[in-house]
């Protein structure tokens, strides 16, 4: 009972533990938040085979480095060969009835020349001959502009098919990595069904895309460059130049979608990574700085521990942009109130504090 009354009579300055403490600062400098984003290959596709056949040859594996109209495998279609030589054939027939055709113009115009200088001479032949003789010129020339069209017909047909053998080829669209492989010789392939043959990604460059809140949509400019880091490299920081904007919030996370191009050309980073990205954010104004370790969260709150009159108090802030050690605060603080440097919430609203100024 004798020690507890001497406690009760030491003065609060006594009973208080000396805290580190900052002052709450205003800063008009660059900033940046810590934000996740996902590393997207710049172009991607899925290749399907556009007529039905059987695979031939695969030249190409999971992996494969590939270019721009580089022969990726090959389908053999029996049937296809088939058409091909049917479609000739009817090339060859129409070739022949347009040169009869014409023939026959040759010799109904050779005719009719001849009807038409002997109709100069009174007598010399009647004028139903002449005039029967102009109607099987037009009547061959008529046949020969059938015979004609049939011709380009069946070219078209030949080229049609042509074509479609073509498509027996699989051919890359642009340069990049084989990511997925899924035939085998002697598989039969139906045209544009599931699965595909093979996915081809464009990694060179990648695109860095990061879901930006809200309150930083207004961030920098196209053209300005950012900084980000992977897992798999830890040591190192890689750069992205900002390249579009989606114009659009996502109802659901309040985010808006950014991409910065990433150049890639020793194909370091792979599509699928996921890295945290300093993202530089634009005020309008003065922001409130505190150290990192002044904000506190918790599964109920998050705040700084204010030192007034002696005595700790919470104030609710919400975090924003980083900058060194320091991180943006929005809450009812002002500058120049102190804060305390290392919070938890172990040090109660109320506890008595004896400042001990740091900064």
Same mark, same amino acid.
């Given at each position: ?38 590393? @997207? +290959?710049?172009?991607?596709?899925? @290749? ?172 920098? /400019? ?26 659009? =919030? ?12 990433? +150049? ?15 993202? /530089? ?9 505190? +150290? ?14 204010? =030192? ?10 919400? +975090? ?12 009812? @603080?002002? /500058? ?24």
């Amino acid at each position: 009972m004798l020690l507890i009354k001497l406690i009760a009579i030491l003065p609060l300055a006594a009973l208080a533990q000396q805290t580190e403490v900052a002052e709450v600062s205003a800063s008009r400098d660059a900033r940046t938040v810590e934000l996740p984003g996902e590393l @997207l +290959p710049y172009e991607q596709v899925q @290749l399907h085979a556009r007529v039905s056949g059987y695979v031939d040859k695969v030249l190409v594996d999971m992996g494969s480095a590939v270019r721009r109209g580089q022969l990726l495998a090959s389908l053999s279609a029996p049937e296809i060969e088939a058409r091909i030589a049917e479609a000739k054939s009817r090339v060859q027939a129409a070739e022949a009835e347009r040169v009869q055709a014409e023939a026959q113009v040759a010799a109904a115009g050779s005719t009719y020349e001849r009807l038409r200088k002997a109709a100069a001479t009174p007598g010399a032949i009647s004028g139903n001959e002449l005039t029967q003789a102009e109607k099987q010129l037009e009547a061959a020339r008529a046949l020969t502009a059938a015979r004609l069209q049939a011709r380009r017909a069946a070219d078209a047909s030949l080229r049609a098919v042509e074509q479609m053998q073509e498509y027996l080829k699989i051919t890359a669209p642009f340069d990049g990595i084989i990511t997925e492989r899924f035939a085998d010789p002697g598989a039969l392939v139906k045209a544009d069904s599931d699965p595909a043959l093979f996915t081809l990604q464009k990694i060179s460059p990648l695109r860095l895309e990061v879901a930006v809140p809200e309150q930083y949509a207004a961030g920098p /400019p196209r053209g300005t460059r950012v900084k980000f880091r992977v897992p798999a490299f830890p040591g190192r920081t890689f750069t992205g130049t900002i390249a579009r904007f989606a114009h659009s =919030v996502d109802q659901k996370t309040r985010t808006a979608a950014v991409q910065a191009d990433v +150049p890639n050309s020793d194909r370091t980073l792979a599509p699928g990574m996921y890295p945290q990205v300093s993202w /530089p954010v634009r005020s309008t104004g003065a922001a409130l700085m505190v +150290p990192r370790a002044s904000v506190v969260r918790t599964t109920e709150r998050t705040f700084v521990v204010r =030192v007034r009159d002696g005595r700790a108090e919470w104030v609710d802030v919400r +975090p924003g942009a980083a900058s060194g050690d320091l991180i943006e605060v929005v809450g009812p @603080l002002a /500058p120049g109130d102190l804060v305390v440097r290392r919070a938890t919430d172990e040090i109660r609203e109320g506890t008595p504090i004896r400042s001990k100024r740091t900064g």
